[in-house]
């Protein structure tokens, strides 16, 4: 059930849900980042940031924030939370042209159709040294199982992948 316009299907809706900033992500994230070596004056690059709980961490932290998602809404969210971060509008492998010490790929890959070149695109934006953070959902975990055909993580149009374990 693929929509016949991915891109604006995308672009043109907003679960109210992710527009709200969970607060408890804050010290995963912050821990994620630690485990990365993240250091002040480091840059990142949260692809697909929604609420910004990756960004809002590593500003704290002293990175410099650059952001890219397809949702103009998370944009506007974040812009006032984080006047000096570069917040970016973006569909599928695109990139600034800088290159960044740490890339985040968080709930990303699953959104993607072409994921070779994206990911390529993604290593090329890396420092020497620098490194690529990658989660997805795990379609065959306890999670995924349990919540069956009415898994939440099923019923997202833009989920072209699903993503195991395995794969």
């Known amino acids: ?9 995308v672009t043109g809706h907003t679960d109210p849900l992710y527009l ?13 980042l630690n485990w990365l070596g993240a250091t002040e004056g480091q840059s990142i690059l ?22 890219l998602d397809v949702r103009q809404e998370y944009i506007n969210l974040l812009q006032g939370k984080l ?13 600034p042209k800088e290159q960044f010490d740490i890339v985040m790929l968080g709930d990303v890959l699953e959104h993607i159709i072409e994921l070779n070149p994206f990911v390529q695109s993604m ?10 953070w990658v989660s997805t959902p795990n379609f065959d975990s306890v ?3 349990y919540g069956g055909a009415n898994n939440i993580m099923r019923m997202v149009c833009e989920h072209i992948h699903w993503f195991s374990r395995k794969s």
């Open 143 to 145: 999670f995924g199982i």
């Open 123 to 132: 290593k090329h934006s890396l420092k020497p040294g620098g490194k690529l």
């Open 83 to 95: 006047p000096n971060a570069t917040l970016l509008r973006s569909f599928g492998g695109n990139t």
């Open 20 to 32: 709200t900033v969970k607060p408890p992500l804050f010290r995963i994230y912050s821990d994620v």
């Open 46 to 67: 949260d692809v697909g940031f929604g609420a910004g709980e990756i960004l809002l961490v590593a500003n704290e932290m002293g990175l410099d924030c650059w952001g």
């Open 1 to 9: 059930n693929y929509p016949a316009d991915l891109d604006a299907a």
